[in-house]
């Protein structure tokens, strides 16, 4: 039976190259221009190409960026992100843009001043803008500006304080945004900024914003430099953290646990237990419990993690205990399995049973470990000299004898 191919129809449209990419791009003033991009071609040809078509000059001092509320620069390093149907923008090039804030931000006006610092937090997201704001030396005006600002304007304060307080939000915030591209490091900052920061965590208490982005600041400084873990271990205090997390904020209190996770981390061996000694005594787990943990609302990831990270360096101070073994020769530590007996048994102990020979009181001692659950009835500190869990099992058992007297009673009954 013969084959009928059937014709083949030549206006079946074909798809576009995959080098092409449809685009609608906006221009202040005009109507969107709608065109193909071709990704083979230069960026620095496509912009020209767009700006002869609004009649714009001097091509080299415009970009494009994405249109969407993250406005980040297009690249030849990110080009490939642009998808079909993507709105882009020409703008000002990025070198352009942050030579304009960074006179901007300097303004003598404050509204001038509030507006650029505003647009600075916003632009600093995007690393290719934060690379050319950041080549103007843009991080050091950023920190002069934040360590004289407060003085600068303490006269006026009672005028401008909702001012000032916005004004340093936006700075705290650029210059957040500014070091987490990586592009500085964080060994180059000064201890008068340091303890700015580490002031407002007090002072702006009440301003979310600015507290927020003070804690971020100072576990960034703690976890990115040995040097500025020493100098913001002296200015805060785990006194002045602990009032943060008793608010209603979970971001403050995300943040603030951080802060103490990253001072615990960063703690030479001899401080943590000390550390850690004051975190118990500050009743940092009674507090967490109450304002976290059993908050009435849910605990978002990233403080599940900050408390995951809070559980295992408050553990880790466990391990060498854990790991050490008893010492049956050691008369203190068997005082300690003795004061374990004589808690759970003394109710019951017959009177005058000291004045018993030797052989009874040490069969009437076999009976009791025995009753206690010790594996080796005549000596128990054979039993601690395992490990794990070695002498932390003897700490505990201890603490739930002197602390949870009926109740350790109760369970040997």
């Known amino acids: ?159 401008m304080k909702p001012c000032f307080g916005d004004m340093l939000s936006f700075t705290l915030t650029a210059f957040v945004e500014l070091m987490d591209h990586g592009i500085v490091s964080w060994d180059t ?62 971001e403050i209190q995300t943040y603030t646990i951080a802060v103490i996770n990253a001072l615990f981390l960063k703690a030479p061996d001899d401080k943590r237990q000390e550390m850690a000694n004051i975190l118990a005594q500050k009743q940092l787990r009674s507090i967490i419990l109450t304002h976290v943990i059993r908050a009435q609302r849910a605990i978002n990831n990233e403080m599940a993690h900050q408390l995951y990270v809070l559980q295992v360096l408050t553990f880790n101070l466990l391990e060498d205990r854990m790991m050490t073994k008893m010492d049956p020769q050691d008369q203190a530590q068997r005082d300690i399995i003795f004061e374990l007996r004589r808690i759970a048994f003394d109710a019951e102990s017959e009177p ?9 009181r040490k069969s009437m001692y076999t009976r009791d470990y025995k009753k206690l659950g010790f594996i080796n009835h005549v000596n128990p500190a054979m039993d601690f000299t395992q490990t794990p869990p070695g002498m932390l099992a003897l700490d505990n058992m201890l603490y739930f004898a002197k602390h949870h007297q009926d109740a350790y009673i109760r369970v040997r009954l």
């Open 1 to 159: 039976c013969p084959v009928v191919l059937a014709p083949v129809n030549s206006s079946v449209a074909m798809p576009p190259p995959a080098d092409i990419v449809k685009v609608a791009i906006e221009w202040p003033g005009a109507y969107p221009k709608l065109m193909e991009i071709d990704q083979k071609k230069p960026l620095s040809s496509i912009i020209k190409e767009v700006c002869d078509g609004w009649s714009l000059a001097n091509h080299d001092q415009f970009a494009l960026q994405h249109a969407d509320s993250s406005n980040f620069y297009i690249t030849e390093k990110n080009r490939n992100e642009i998808k079909n149907g993507a709105i882009l923008r020409l703008t000002t090039s990025p070198a352009q843009n942050a030579q304009q804030l960074h006179e901007r931000i300097q303004s003598s006006s404050m509204d001038a001043k509030l507006e650029a610092l505003k647009d600075l937090a916003n632009y600093s997201r995007d690393v290719t803008f934060a690379q050319e704001f950041i080549n103007l030396d843009g991080i050091s005006l950023l920190t002069q500006m934040v360590e004289s600002g407060t003085e600068r304007y303490q006269k006026l304060q009672k005028i």
């Open 352 to 360: 005058n049973n000291s004045s018993g020979s030797i052989e009874k």
């Open 189 to 250: 900052f000064s201890v008068a900024f340091i303890k700015k920061i580490a002031s407002y965590v007090n002072k702006f208490a009440s301003d979310i914003s600015i507290l927020q982005r003070s804690l971020a600041i100072l576990e960034s400084m703690v976890l990115n430099s040995h040097d500025l873990y020493q100098k913001v271990a002296q200015e805060i205090t785990i006194g002045q953290l602990i009032p943060h997390l008793q608010g209603t904020d979970q």
